[in-house]
C-alpha cells in the first residue's frame, strides 16, 4: 500500500525506516490508535528483518533463532494478541506453539549442558584432570576478581579461566571477529549481565526444591521453554504487517530511504528510492530502525560534527550466513532422557565449540516447529550457522564452494555422512550484528547528536547500535509510540534508549 492523500488528514504522519520487529511494532501501535498514520519503507522483499522466515522447496529457515520469551508482561500480551499460544495447532494456522528449549555445547566431540551445568555427565565428559582445574580455577576467580575491562575479564570473574577457555573464548572470536581481550565488558553486561557458574547451581538447586519457576525470576539463558509461531518467526510479523496495513498504515516493499531531510532540528521529509525512482515523503515524526552509520550519512539539512561523522561510518558488524542442509539422517543420536520423534536429538541450538571448523552454530528445525520442515517424518532440516565480516573470504566464496566446505565440517566433527545429505542452500544476512569494538566508544557523542533533533527516535538492534533481542527491540519501538502519542516533549528519548539496560535481564545467544 502505498501513501496517498488519505494520509494528509489531522493524524500525524509518522515515517519508519525498516519492516523489522522495532519498526512493524511501532507502525502497529500508531495505527492502531487512530490517531497517527505509520508509513513503513522496507530496503528488501522480506518482512520481519533477521526475524524473518526464509523459505527454500517448502521448509523453512529461521535466520538466527528466535525464541519467543520477554519479561515484559507487555511484550507476552502483544504476541498473544497477534497470535494465541493454542495447546492443539489443527486448529489454526496463526497459533504459537509451546516448545521446550534445549540447547547444548559440541565440544570434543561430546555434548555438554547449555548453559554448563556441573552435572555427573559434565564431569564424565571433562574428565577429572580437567575437572580438577576448572574447579580450582573457579574458586581463584571468586577469590581474585580481575577489573572487567574487557569481555574475557567478564567471563573469567563468573565461570573462572578454565571454564571460560573451553566454551567461551575460541566460541567468541568465531562470532565477533576478536579475541574476548579486544571487546569491551558492555557486551557481557548486556547480553550474559546474570549468567555465572554460581547463577546455573543456584538455578539448579532451585528447580530442585521448587520446580517450576516464575517467569521474571529466571535468567533467561536458563528458560525450559518458549512460545513459537508454527510457521517460524516471520510468520507474525507478516500478520502484523497486514493488521497494521488494514488499520490505515502504509508499508512499502523494495523501497529504502536515502536521505533524511532536516529543518530547525526537525525531520520535515525523507527521500525515499523504490521501484518508482526516487521521491519526498513529508512527515511529522521519523522513526529509524536503519543502521546507525547509514542514518548518519543519510542526514542532509543539518550540520553533522566531524567526530559523530567519522565515529558513525566505522561502527563495526557482524554479518551473518547459514547454510540450510536437508539431510535424511544425522550420525549423532538422543542420548538424553527427553522423549523425541525416532530417537533425534531434542536440540533447536547446539553451540560448536570444536577449534577445528569455522561453523558457530546448528539449527535444528524440527525442533522448533515440526511445520518447518515439509517432510518433518522423514527428513531432518538443519541451519548450519557462520559468522563473518562482509568482504572476508567467507562472504566471497561461492555458493557451492561454501556448502562443500560446511558439508566438510559436519562430516569432520562427526555430525553426518556427505552422502546422507539431500539438499542445500547458503543464505547471507548483512549487518546481523552490531559489534561493540572500534568506533563503538564514540556511540555517546552519535547518541547526543541524534537526540537533537526533535521528532527523530532510533529504535531496534540496528537503530541503537545495540545487540538487543527482539522483545528488547519491540519494547523500544513501543516506548518511542507512547511518547509519540503523548504530550511528552519529543526532546526526552531516555526511555527508548535506556530498554535492556537493567541488570536481570539478558539472553545469550
Known sequence: MKLSEQTAGKKKVVVIAGAGPAGLTAAYELAGSG??????????????????TERYKGNRIDIGGHRFFSKSDRVMKWWDSIMPVNEDPRITDKTMLVRRRVSRIYYLRRFFDYPVRMSWQTLSNLGISRTLKAGASYIKSTIFKRPEKSLEDFYINRFGKTL????????????????????????????VKGLSLLGVLKDVVSRQMFGKRNRKEVETSLIEEFIYPKYGPGQLWEIVADKMVSNGGCLEMNTAVRKVIVEENRVVAVEVEGEAGKRRVDCDVFLSSMPLKDLIAAIDGIEIPEEVQKAASQLPYRDFITVGLLVDKL??????????????????????????????????????????????????????????????????????????????????????????????????????YPAYYGSYSCMPAIRQFLDGIEN???????????????????????????SILSDIPCQDKSSVWNVNTENDYHESK
Open 35 to 52: 490517531r497517527a498514520t505509520p508509513v513503513v519503507f522496507e530496503e528488501s522483499d522480506k518482512i520481519g528483518g533477521i526475524s524473518r
Open 164 to 191: 571460560y577457555s573451553m566454551f567461551f573464548e575460541d566460541y567468541t572470536e568465531k562470532v565477533w571477529g576478536v579475541h574476548p581481550s579486544g571487546l569491551g565488558a558492555e557486551w557481557g553486561a548486556q547480553r
Open 331 to 432: 550420525k549423532i543420536r538422543n542420548e538424553t532422557k527427553l522423549e523425541t520423534f525416532r530417537d533425534r536429538i531434542p536440540d533447536t541450538w547446539i553451540y560448536v565449540q570444536e577449534r577445528d571448523v569455522r561453523l558457530g552454530r546448528i539449527q535444528v528445525f524440527n525442533n522448533w516447529s515440526p511445520y518447518m520442515v515439509k517432510d518433518y517424518e522423514d527428513k531432518i532440516w538443519i541451519g548450519l550457522e557462520y559468522f563473518c565480516t562482509e568482504g572476508d573470504d567467507l562472504w566471497r566464496m561461492s555458493d557451492r564452494d561454501f556448502i562443500d566446505m560446511a558439508i566438510d565440517e559436519l562430516e569432520k566433527i562427526d555430525i553426518v555422512d556427505r552422502r546422507d545429505v539431500e539438499d542445500a542452500v547458503r543464505i547471507r544476512v548483512k549487518k546481523a
Open 456 to 482: 527523530l527516535y532510533c529504535i531496534g538492534r540496528n537503530g541503537q547500535h545495540r545487540y538487543n533481542n527482539m522483545d528488547h527491540s519491540m519494547l523500544t519501538a513501543m516506548e518511542a509510540a507512547d
